[in-house]
């Protein structure tokens, strides 16, 4: 069967939808020198019922060390006989990230995700598992990622990223993220690459911080939720191409979340809303699987 049922749309006409993997990180170990990520059990439970209801083979996993991220991504992606008859594949990470020198002597820095142990992962190993040199019974399909986790410097035992009502960060800790960005901007950051066929969607833009809360959980992921829910409601979402939801989600992101009236002003320069790339070839329209 042909990937592409038309010239411009991809085929979801496979006998699978495909399979969503989650990796949710919420509990990190007290020596990690970071802290847990309260409010992210919201977005996991959200991340489970969204992509179930729209027909996934949905594999998740919570509170994963830097080893077992690496594994269990390496176990979903030699999937041949599952992948062989999707019509895509979804990845979303919910971590702390950060935009890190890995090798010293070249001083650029790449974007990473956190173990529960506090050991970093490349985001760029993660995507590159899925492309289609290493997967190749996902090759022409679309693939996405989702990836609520902060893209700025470190801050030891706290980030923007931290589980409180952004209304209620302390100073002190907003004036160090300022401090560690001005102090990393200076390095020149790589990009994650984005094989083709891949769509890559961030909580925020480089060198800014995601923003969760436990009330809501992350931005990204609450406004992704509350998108696709609105669209299966009104029946446009089989009809209408997906990416047209993600713009929904960043304008949800933009004016549900970031509002300069209120107490976020004060975070301007730290944190933005999200954004996406992407290498389609062609337009995304779920259909409803029998």
């Avoid at 598992?129 to 893209?151: H, S, T, W, Y």
């Avoid at 209120?262 to 337009?283: I, N, Q, R, V």
């Amino acid at each position: 069967m042909d990937t592409k049922i038309k010239e411009c749309a991809y085929n979801f006409g496979y006998a699978k939808r495909g399979i969503a993997l989650l990796i949710h990180n919420e509990e990190y170990d007290p020596n990690s020198d970071f802290n847990d990520r309260l409010g992210d059990n919201i977005d996991f439970k959200h991340m489970l019922e969204i992509f179930k209801e729209l027909g996934f083979d949905v594999r998740p996993y919570r509170n994963l060390t830097s080893t077992d991220i690496i594994e269990k991504t390496e176990e979903v992606s030699k999937m041949k006989d599952l992948h062989k008859e999707s019509d895509c594949f979804v990845c979303v990470i919910a971590a702390h990230g950060e935009e890190m020198v890995i090798q010293k002597d070249e001083g650029t820095k790449e974007h990473v995700i956190f173990g529960t142990n506090g050991k970093p992962v490349r985001t760029s190993e993660i995507v590159g598992m899925f492309d289609e040199r290493n997967c190749k019974e996902l090759a022409d399909k679309p693939k996405f990622f989702f990836i609520q986790a902060c893209r700025t410097g470190r801050v030891i035992g706290n980030r923007l990223d931290i589980g409180h009502d952004v209304s209620k960060v302390d100073q002190m800790v907003r004036d160090e993220i300022f401090k560690t960005t001005k102090q990393n901007s200076n390095n020149q950051i790589i990009d994650v690459e984005c094989p083709a066929d891949t769509l890559l969607m961030f909580a925020s833009l480089s060198n800014n911080s995601a923003v969760r809360t436990p009330s809501t959980g992350g931005w990204l992921l609450a406004s992704l939720y509350n998108q696709i829910k609105e669209y299966i409601k009104n029946g446009k979402l089989w009809s209408i191409e997906f990416t047209q939801v993600l713009n929904s989600t960043l304008q949800e992101m933009a004016t549900k979340f970031y509002k300069p009236s209120d107490e976020t002003s004060k975070w301007y320069g730290a944190f933005s809303p999200g954004c996406f790339t992407h290498t389609l070839s062609a337009d995304v329209l779920f259909n409803k699987k029998l």
